[in-house]
Protein backbone atom coordinates (compact mmCIF):
# COMPACT_ATOMS: atom_id res chain seq x y z
CA UNK A 1 0.00 0.00 0.00
CA UNK A 2 2.87 2.64 -0.94
CA UNK A 3 2.05 6.29 -0.37
CA UNK A 4 -1.25 6.51 0.92
CA UNK A 5 -2.98 9.77 1.36
CA UNK A 6 -6.11 10.87 2.78
CA UNK A 7 -9.35 12.84 1.05
CA UNK A 8 -8.45 16.52 2.83
CA UNK A 9 -4.54 16.09 1.30
CA UNK A 10 -6.04 15.14 -2.47
CA UNK A 11 -8.76 18.05 -2.36
CA UNK A 12 -5.58 20.49 -1.37
CA UNK A 13 -3.47 18.98 -3.94
CA UNK A 14 -6.02 20.25 -6.79
CA UNK A 15 -5.92 23.66 -5.34
CA UNK A 16 -2.17 23.22 -5.80
CA UNK A 17 -0.28 23.89 -9.07
CA UNK A 18 1.28 20.96 -11.01
CA UNK A 19 4.87 22.14 -10.30
CA UNK A 20 6.26 20.77 -7.24
CA UNK A 21 7.62 17.27 -5.24
CA UNK A 22 5.83 14.30 -5.86
CA UNK A 23 4.27 12.32 -3.22
CA UNK A 24 7.29 11.34 -1.68
CA UNK A 25 9.62 13.44 -2.62
CA UNK A 26 11.10 15.87 -0.43
CA UNK A 27 11.58 19.00 -1.23
CA UNK A 28 14.87 21.02 -1.10
CA UNK A 29 15.63 22.32 2.38
CA UNK A 30 16.74 25.94 3.18
CA UNK A 31 20.38 26.22 3.11
CA UNK A 32 20.96 23.24 0.72
CA UNK A 33 23.75 23.71 -2.04
CA UNK A 34 21.22 24.88 -4.96
CA UNK A 35 23.05 21.88 -6.92
CA UNK A 36 22.72 18.93 -4.18
CA UNK A 37 20.00 16.60 -4.15
CA UNK A 38 17.75 16.84 -0.76
CA UNK A 39 18.43 13.34 0.85
CA UNK A 40 16.71 13.86 3.85
CA UNK A 41 13.11 12.74 5.06
CA UNK A 42 10.27 15.32 5.26
CA UNK A 43 7.46 15.14 7.67
CA UNK A 44 4.68 16.91 8.56
CA UNK A 45 5.36 20.46 10.08
CA UNK A 46 4.93 20.47 14.20
CA UNK A 47 3.90 23.37 15.23
CA UNK A 48 5.15 25.28 12.19
CA UNK A 49 8.74 23.53 12.72
CA UNK A 50 9.55 21.20 9.75
CA UNK A 51 10.64 17.89 10.49
CA UNK A 52 13.31 16.29 8.57
CA UNK A 53 15.74 12.90 9.30
CA UNK A 54 18.62 11.20 7.74
CA UNK A 55 17.88 8.31 9.24
CA UNK A 56 16.10 5.46 7.66
CA UNK A 57 15.37 1.09 8.13
CA UNK A 58 16.61 -1.16 5.77
CA UNK A 59 14.68 -4.74 5.88
CA UNK A 60 15.62 -8.02 4.33
CA UNK A 61 14.23 -10.92 3.49
CA UNK A 62 15.78 -14.28 3.09
CA UNK A 63 13.95 -17.97 1.68
CA UNK A 64 15.11 -20.83 1.93
CA UNK A 65 14.01 -24.18 1.45
CA UNK A 66 15.21 -27.68 2.38
CA UNK A 67 14.92 -26.78 5.73
CA UNK A 68 15.29 -29.80 8.81
CA UNK A 69 12.92 -28.91 11.84
CA UNK A 70 13.62 -25.67 12.46
CA UNK A 71 14.91 -25.41 15.98
CA UNK A 72 18.55 -24.94 15.66
CA UNK A 73 17.45 -22.13 13.11
CA UNK A 74 15.52 -20.25 15.47
CA UNK A 75 18.11 -20.71 18.29
CA UNK A 76 20.60 -19.41 16.27
CA UNK A 77 18.65 -16.33 14.74
CA UNK A 78 17.73 -15.54 18.81
CA UNK A 79 21.72 -15.87 19.31
CA UNK A 80 22.58 -13.08 16.46
CA UNK A 81 20.63 -10.34 18.92
CA UNK A 82 19.55 -8.99 15.08
CA UNK A 83 16.22 -7.50 14.88
CA UNK A 84 14.73 -10.61 13.07
CA UNK A 85 11.50 -12.71 12.55
CA UNK A 86 11.41 -16.33 10.99
CA UNK A 87 8.68 -17.19 9.05
CA UNK A 88 7.47 -20.56 8.39
CA UNK A 89 6.71 -20.34 4.28
CA UNK A 90 2.86 -21.49 3.99
CA UNK A 91 3.50 -22.94 0.44
CA UNK A 92 6.82 -25.28 1.08
CA UNK A 93 6.46 -27.10 3.77
CA UNK A 94 10.52 -27.30 4.24
CA UNK A 95 10.57 -23.34 3.57
CA UNK A 96 11.43 -20.81 5.81
CA UNK A 97 11.81 -16.99 5.69
CA UNK A 98 14.18 -14.94 7.80
CA UNK A 99 13.33 -11.34 7.95
CA UNK A 100 16.38 -9.18 9.46
CA UNK A 101 16.08 -4.94 9.72
CA UNK A 102 18.55 -2.27 10.54
CA UNK A 103 19.50 1.14 10.10
CA UNK A 104 22.81 0.37 8.69
CA UNK A 105 22.50 -1.72 5.76
CA UNK A 106 26.15 -2.59 6.76
CA UNK A 107 25.05 -4.87 8.66
CA UNK A 108 23.26 -7.29 5.44
CA UNK A 109 26.84 -7.67 4.97
CA UNK A 110 28.05 -8.03 7.79
CA UNK A 111 26.25 -9.62 11.03
CA UNK A 112 23.53 -10.94 9.03
CA UNK A 113 25.55 -12.77 6.37
CA UNK A 114 27.65 -14.16 9.25
CA UNK A 115 24.22 -15.29 10.43
CA UNK A 116 23.12 -16.60 7.49
CA UNK A 117 26.49 -18.32 6.93
CA UNK A 118 26.29 -20.46 9.88
CA UNK A 119 26.44 -24.38 10.43
CA UNK A 120 22.24 -24.32 10.87
CA UNK A 121 21.83 -22.50 7.67
CA UNK A 122 24.40 -24.50 5.58
CA UNK A 123 22.13 -27.41 4.74
CA UNK A 124 19.40 -25.82 3.30
CA UNK A 125 19.03 -24.31 -0.29
CA UNK A 126 18.39 -20.69 -0.40
CA UNK A 127 15.50 -18.98 -2.58
CA UNK A 128 17.41 -15.78 -3.94
CA UNK A 129 14.46 -14.85 -6.76
CA UNK A 130 12.58 -14.66 -3.11
CA UNK A 131 14.92 -12.06 -1.98
CA UNK A 132 13.47 -8.37 -1.15
CA UNK A 133 15.27 -5.47 0.75
CA UNK A 134 13.91 -1.98 0.97
CA UNK A 135 13.86 0.45 2.92
CA UNK A 136 11.78 3.55 4.77
CA UNK A 137 10.91 6.28 3.45
CA UNK A 138 8.57 9.73 4.19
CA UNK A 139 5.74 11.28 1.79
CA UNK A 140 5.80 14.33 3.74
CA UNK A 141 2.71 14.17 5.49
CA UNK A 142 3.93 11.75 8.76
CA UNK A 143 2.58 13.64 11.78
CA UNK A 144 5.76 11.79 13.94
CA UNK A 145 8.65 11.36 11.58
CA UNK A 146 10.92 9.45 13.81
CA UNK A 147 8.05 6.55 14.48
CA UNK A 148 7.07 6.25 11.24
CA UNK A 149 11.38 6.11 9.52
CA UNK A 150 12.18 4.01 12.91
CA UNK A 151 9.43 2.00 14.88
CA UNK A 152 6.48 1.74 12.89
CA UNK A 153 8.10 -1.35 11.14
CA UNK A 154 9.39 -2.63 14.09
CA UNK A 155 5.81 -2.86 16.00
CA UNK A 156 4.25 -3.88 13.82
CA UNK A 157 6.48 -7.09 12.11
CA UNK A 158 7.96 -7.77 15.79
CA UNK A 159 3.87 -7.56 17.72
CA UNK A 160 3.48 -10.70 19.16
CA UNK A 161 -0.38 -10.52 18.17
CA UNK A 162 0.62 -10.45 14.65
CA UNK A 163 2.02 -13.70 13.28
CA UNK A 164 0.84 -13.72 9.44
CA UNK A 165 2.32 -12.33 7.12
CA UNK A 166 2.31 -11.25 2.93
CA UNK A 167 5.34 -9.97 1.72
CA UNK A 168 5.69 -8.93 -2.16
CA UNK A 169 7.59 -6.34 -4.12
CA UNK A 170 5.80 -4.24 -6.97
CA UNK A 171 6.52 -1.55 -9.43
CA UNK A 172 4.50 0.76 -11.08
CA UNK A 173 4.14 1.33 -15.15
CA UNK A 174 6.34 4.76 -15.97
CA UNK A 175 3.08 6.12 -16.68
CA UNK A 176 2.21 6.45 -13.36
CA UNK A 177 4.57 9.32 -12.84
CA UNK A 178 4.01 11.77 -15.68
CA UNK A 179 0.12 11.89 -14.38
CA UNK A 180 -0.53 15.53 -12.12
CA UNK A 181 0.20 15.69 -8.81
CA UNK A 182 -3.41 16.63 -8.04
CA UNK A 183 -4.62 13.26 -10.37
CA UNK A 184 -1.36 10.96 -8.94
CA UNK A 185 -3.25 12.40 -4.80
CA UNK A 186 -6.59 10.92 -6.11
CA UNK A 187 -5.05 7.87 -6.97
CA UNK A 188 -3.18 7.10 -3.65
CA UNK A 189 -6.35 8.72 -1.79
CA UNK A 190 -9.01 5.61 -2.87
CA UNK A 191 -5.85 2.84 -2.50
CA UNK A 192 -4.67 4.32 1.04
CA UNK A 193 -8.33 4.51 2.53
CA UNK A 194 -9.26 0.93 1.61
CA UNK A 195 -5.98 -0.01 3.74
CA UNK A 196 -6.70 2.30 6.03
CA UNK A 197 -10.02 0.87 6.65
CA UNK A 198 -8.79 -2.47 7.29
CA UNK A 199 -6.20 -0.96 9.88
CA UNK A 200 -8.56 0.68 11.47
CA UNK A 201 -10.62 -2.79 11.91
CA UNK A 202 -7.73 -4.33 13.71
CA UNK A 203 -7.53 -6.79 10.39
CA UNK A 204 -3.95 -5.68 9.24
CA UNK A 205 -1.18 -2.94 9.55
CA UNK A 206 1.24 -2.67 6.64
CA UNK A 207 4.63 -1.97 5.56
CA UNK A 208 5.37 -0.31 2.92
CA UNK A 209 9.58 0.14 1.42
CA UNK A 210 10.91 1.92 -1.11
CA UNK A 211 13.46 -0.88 -2.81
CA UNK A 212 14.94 1.86 -5.85
CA UNK A 213 18.29 0.08 -7.13
CA UNK A 214 18.08 -2.79 -4.57
CA UNK A 215 16.07 -4.48 -5.85
CA UNK A 216 17.34 -7.22 -8.45
CA UNK A 217 14.49 -6.94 -10.77
CA UNK A 218 14.38 -3.29 -10.59
CA UNK A 219 11.23 -3.44 -8.67
CA UNK A 220 9.83 -0.33 -6.66
CA UNK A 221 8.74 -1.04 -3.64
CA UNK A 222 8.13 -3.82 -1.13
CA UNK A 223 4.66 -4.06 0.77
CA UNK A 224 4.53 -6.18 3.61
CA UNK A 225 0.55 -7.36 5.08
CA UNK A 226 0.79 -8.46 8.55
CA UNK A 227 -2.14 -9.88 11.35
CA UNK A 228 -3.56 -11.98 13.75
CA UNK A 229 -5.21 -14.10 11.00
CA UNK A 230 -4.41 -14.53 6.97
CA UNK A 231 -7.53 -14.69 5.59
CA UNK A 232 -8.32 -10.00 5.88
CA UNK A 233 -4.50 -10.01 4.29
CA UNK A 234 -5.59 -12.27 1.09
CA UNK A 235 -8.84 -10.12 0.99
CA UNK A 236 -7.28 -7.23 1.58
CA UNK A 237 -4.74 -8.29 -1.63
CA UNK A 238 -8.02 -9.01 -3.56
CA UNK A 239 -9.83 -5.77 -2.72
CA UNK A 240 -6.98 -3.89 -3.82
CA UNK A 241 -6.91 -5.45 -7.49
CA UNK A 242 -10.24 -2.76 -7.98
CA UNK A 243 -8.59 0.56 -7.03
CA UNK A 244 -7.28 2.47 -10.44
CA UNK A 245 -3.22 2.30 -9.20
CA UNK A 246 -3.72 -1.60 -8.92
CA UNK A 247 -5.99 -1.90 -12.09
CA UNK A 248 -4.38 0.68 -14.73
CA UNK A 249 -0.87 1.59 -12.85
CA UNK A 250 0.78 -1.92 -11.53
CA UNK A 251 3.01 -3.56 -13.73
CA UNK A 252 3.70 -6.17 -11.54
CA UNK A 253 3.03 -8.30 -8.34
CA UNK A 254 5.50 -10.99 -6.64
CA UNK A 255 6.86 -13.16 -6.08
CA UNK A 256 4.29 -13.42 -2.56
CA UNK A 257 5.85 -14.81 0.25
CA UNK A 258 3.28 -15.74 2.94
CA UNK A 259 4.85 -16.86 6.20
CA UNK A 260 3.59 -17.74 9.93
CA UNK A 261 6.23 -16.02 12.10
CA UNK A 262 7.84 -19.31 14.47
CA UNK A 263 10.19 -16.66 16.15
CA UNK A 264 10.25 -12.44 16.75
CA UNK A 265 13.12 -10.52 18.44
CA UNK A 266 11.66 -8.44 21.25
CA UNK A 267 11.06 -5.11 19.74
CA UNK A 268 13.96 -2.80 20.29
CA UNK A 269 14.15 -1.20 23.60
CA UNK A 270 12.18 -3.91 25.79
CA UNK A 271 13.06 -6.85 28.18
CA UNK A 272 14.93 -9.79 25.67
CA UNK A 273 12.51 -12.96 26.00
Given at each position: ?25 APRGAGQ ?143 FNQLPRA ?24 VRLECHG ?60
Open positions: MPDSITPAEAAAADRKPAAGPLPGVDAGAPDLREHGAPVRGVPQTSTRRLFVQLHVFTECPPPNGIIAEVRRSGLDAVVYADLNDPRGIGVLLMSEDPAVFAGEGRELLSNVPFRSLTPRPEMTMIGRTYSSGREADLDDFLLRKVPRNVLGPGHPWAVWYPLRRIGAEQGRILMEHGMLGRRYGEAGYAVDLDRDDNEFVIGLIGAELYPLSRLVKDMRATRQTSEFIQQMGPFFVGRALYQSPLPGSPPV
